[in-house]
């Protein structure tokens, strides 16, 4: 079974991710911020993350950052799922090396589709 993160501070849109997520067989660790977040990847490595960019502490994408530069994580498909529409904020977390951006509301049918194509392609490629 995939292991997925959800990095995110609304505790409503984590509540809903996690349910559209664990309805299609999936498990599912949160972190409410940065910190916990890069903790919980280093303790147990998830196969997929779900990074939102406006986070407290440290932003979405340091975390991004963060994770592309180090070998152990570099592999490690992250979406970023954010409210945040500008191009800027698009073209900076591709710059960084999220393999998907999705904005808020995104659609149950889109996320797991996206979801799903990423763990397949992850899955697929040697690391």
């Known amino acids: 079974m995939a292991r997925i993160l959800i990095v995110d501070d609304d505790v409503g ?3 809903l991710l996690k349910i559209h997520l664990r309805r299609d067989g999936l498990e599912i660790e949160t972190a409410a911020d940065a910190v916990i977040a890069l903790r919980s990847i280093m303790d147990h490595l998830p196969d997929l993350i779900l990074l939102d960019v406006e986070m407290p502490y440290m932003g979405g994408l340091e975390v991004l950052k963060v994770l592309k530069s180090d070998p152990l994580t570099s592999h490690r498909p992250v979406i970023v ?3 945040r529409t500008d191009e800027d904020c698009y073209a900076e977390a591709k710059r960084l090396g999220a393999d998907a951006f999705l904005t808020k509301p995104v659609s149950k ?3 797991l589709r996206e979801v799903a194509f990423r763990l397949a392609q992850s899955l697929a490629s040697p690391r």
């Open 13 to 15: 849109m984590t509540d």
């Open 81 to 83: 799922l954010t409210s």
């Open 109 to 111: 049918e889109h996320l």
